[in-house]
């Protein structure tokens, strides 16, 4: 099939349908039998429009008088065109043009004119000051193509220059990592037998069992995926089972596990001894897990549905380890899912802070004397991180923040409270961690 074609009905659907854009270029770049380059070329456009949309609907409107009347496919149309005439060199504008006026074509004749007119209009007007005039925040919501209340949320909890950088820096492309799998290889034969199979790659930024891979076919589809040695995984995830003091034998609870991507990093760590108890309240979800354990070899796992904001008597003091990997807003992992720029609402942020302080409360029951629970948000709003943990630690006597310590990089910052944010980067998402300690008072 045509790649504008799969482009535009990947955008309908994230658009429109609130599907997840990885999940659907995945479906589609599959299902179609797409070759390599243009996997490439759709998977730029897709996720460049995803993310530039609301600066590409600014830039429409300046050529159409009501875009709440033009028909949705034919938005996408002009979308994706825009998002390659002002921010894509390897296309041809008046190739990308022609293009977007053939597909229009199939909605209809009126339609090719429509989008031919517009889209002609926008190129002769490409280098005018689209934003001349317009109050500096707006100007800069714009700019980077964030809504209003993120760009407001980060300045007002990061500072000007900081959200700057954030926003700059979640506007990237996303890299790919992933992790060796040492209770199937060594490292470094894992690293040469990828640099064999034509990747392009390199030694992780900050954890010794990362590699970057910078360039090559999908990894998943490669047989080191999957027999089991590697597993994908951004850096900053891969920060946290390491830090968790595992030893071989512990008992350790994941209360919101799925994917499997921390749960199976604790397993390897265990060696495959002790148990480690994988929940999540989906059901569907449970299989993700397993199939990630069965295809790394993980033998030490067990799988319960479960909603861990709901108190379960049965693992009161069980444990040694509690991961909370809690839901999230997700603001630091928009660099992987643009969407949650449009999809995530301001009034979402409280009722995620009451669901994750209820599933704090019932993993602290859950764990030994001397026992930690650990922590962890893939966001960077601080009523999620810094504010819950200090609510936690003001209502548990028996509950200490211990220190961690990642070296010293300008994207990762020690909070006060001990806890530590990592701001994106081109290699990294943005998280949170907060390791505590249960000691007897
Ligand atoms: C950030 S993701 C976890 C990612 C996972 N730890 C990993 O490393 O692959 C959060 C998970 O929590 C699950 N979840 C959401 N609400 C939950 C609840 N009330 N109880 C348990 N799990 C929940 C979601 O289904 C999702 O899989």
């Given at each position: 099939?045509?790649?504008?074609?799969?482009?535009?009905?990947?955008?309908?659907?994230?658009?429109?349908?609130?599907?997840?854009?990885n999940i659907e270029l995945t479906k589609r770049l599959n299902r179609d039998n797409v070759n390599d380059k243009d996997k490439g070329l759709i998977t730029e456009i897709v996720y460049g429009t995803v993310r530039?949309?609301?600066?590409?609907?600014?830039?429409?409107?300046?050529?159409?008088?009501?875009?709440?009347?033009?028909?949705?496919?034919?938005?996408?149309?002009?979308?994706?065109?825009?998002?390659?005439?002002?921010?894509?060199?390897?296309?041809?504008?008046?190739?990308?043009?022609?293009?977007?006026?053939?597909?229009?074509?199939?909605?209809?004749?009126?339609?090719?004119?429509?989008?031919?007119?517009?889209?002609?209009?926008?190129?002769?007007?490409?280098?005018?000051?689209?934003?001349?005039?317009?109050?500096?925040?707006?100007?800069?919501?714009?700019?980077?193509?964030?809504?209003?209340?993120?760009?407001?949320?980060?300045?007002?909890?990061?500072?000007?220059?900081?959200?700057?950088?954030?926003?700059?820096?979640?506007?990237?492309?996303?890299?790919?990592?992933?992790?060796?799998?040492?209770?199937?290889?060594?490292?470094?034969?894992?690293?040469?037998?990828?640099?064999?199979?034509?990747?392009?790659?390199?030694?992780?930024?900050?954890?010794?069992?990362?590699?970057?891979?910078?360039?090559g076919s999908n990894v998943e589809n490669n047989s080191l995926f999957k027999d089991g040695y590697i597993t994908v995984q951004d850096e900053s995830a891969m920060l946290i089972a390491p830090n968790m003091d595992i030893e071989e034998g512990m008992k350790v609870l994941d209360l919101c596990s799925a994917?499997?991507?921390?749960?199976?990093?604790?397993?390897?760590?265990?060696?495959?001894?002790?148990?480690?108890?994988?929940?999540?309240?989906?059901?569907?979800?449970?299989?993700?897990?397993?199939?990630?354990?069965?295809?790394?070899?993980?033998?030490?796992?067990?799988?319960?549905?479960?909603?861990?904001?709901?108190?379960?008597?049965?693992?009161?003091?069980?444990?040694?380890?509690?991961?909370?990997?809690?839901?999230?807003?997700?603001?630091?992992?928009?660099?992987?899912?643009?969407?949650?720029?449009?999809?995530?609402?301001?009034?979402?942020?409280?009722?995620?802070?009451?669901?994750?302080?209820?599933?704090?409360?019932?993993?602290?029951?859950?764990?030994?004397?001397?026992?930690?629970?650990?922590?962890?948000?893939?966001?960077?709003?601080?009523?999620?991180?810094?504010?819950?943990?200090?609510?936690?630690?003001?209502?548990?006597?028996?509950?200490?923040?211990?220190?961690?310590?990642?070296?010293?990089?300008?994207?990762?910052?020690?909070?006060?409270?001990?806890?530590?944010?990592?701001?994106?980067?081109?290699?990294?998402?943005?998280?949170?961690?907060?390791?505590?300690?249960?000691?007897?008072?």
């Amino acid at each position: 099939m045509n790649a504008r074609k799969i482009i535009v009905e990947i955008l309908d659907n994230v658009f429109y349908n609130a599907a997840y854009s990885n999940i659907e270029l995945t479906k589609r770049l599959n299902r179609d039998n797409v070759n390599d380059k243009d996997k490439g070329l759709i998977t730029e456009i897709v996720y460049g429009t995803v993310r530039y949309k609301d600066k590409i609907d600014f830039i429409i409107k300046n050529f159409i008088k009501d875009v709440k009347l033009v028909e949705p496919r034919i938005l996408n149309i002009l979308r994706a065109t825009v998002y390659q005439i002002m921010f894509l060199d390897r296309v041809p504008s008046y190739a990308a043009v022609n293009e977007a006026v053939q597909l229009a074509k199939e909605v209809s004749f009126n339609s090719s004119k429509f989008v031919n007119g517009v889209l002609r209009n926008i190129l002769r007007n490409q280098d005018k000051d689209f934003y001349k005039g317009l109050e500096p925040r707006k100007a800069m919501a714009v700019n980077y193509s964030f809504p209003n209340w993120m760009v407001d949320l980060f300045i007002n909890q990061y500072g000007m220059d900081v959200a700057k950088k954030i926003m700059h820096n979640l506007n990237n492309t996303p890299n790919v990592t992933v992790r060796v799998n040492e209770l199937k290889g060594d490292y470094d034969e894992v690293f040469t037998s990828l640099e064999e199979n034509g990747y392009d790659i390199a030694e992780g930024v900050i954890c010794p069992e990362a590699i970057q891979i910078n360039k090559g076919s999908n990894v998943e589809n490669n047989s080191l995926f999957k027999d089991g040695y590697i597993t994908v995984q951004d850096e900053s995830a891969m920060l946290i089972a390491p830090n968790m003091d595992i030893e071989e034998g512990m008992k350790v609870l994941d209360l919101c596990s799925a994917p499997g991507g921390k749960t199976t990093h604790i397993s390897e760590l265990l060696n495959n001894t002790g148990t480690v108890i994988a929940c999540d309240i989906y059901d569907h979800k449970i299989n993700l897990i397993k199939e990630n354990c069965d295809r790394l070899g993980i033998t030490n796992v067990e799988y319960k549905i479960q909603d861990a904001t709901q108190e379960n008597k049965e693992f009161i003091k069980f444990a040694d380890r509690v991961l909370i990997d809690v839901p999230c807003s997700g603001l630091g992992i928009i660099r992987k899912k643009p969407e949650i720029k449009w999809t995530k609402k301001k009034e979402d942020l409280h009722s995620l802070t009451k669901i994750q302080r209820e599933i704090m409360v019932n993993s602290w029951e859950y764990l030994k004397d001397e026992g930690i629970m650990f922590y962890s948000t893939c966001t960077l709003n601080k009523h999620e991180n810094e504010d819950n943990i200090n609510w936690f630690i003001s209502q548990h006597k028996d509950a200490i923040i211990e220190k961690m310590y990642f070296g010293k990089a300008d994207n990762i910052v020690y909070n006060e409270n001990g806890t530590v944010t990592i701001l994106p980067t081109e290699a990294m998402d943005g998280f949170f961690l907060a390791k505590i300690k249960k000691v007897s008072r």
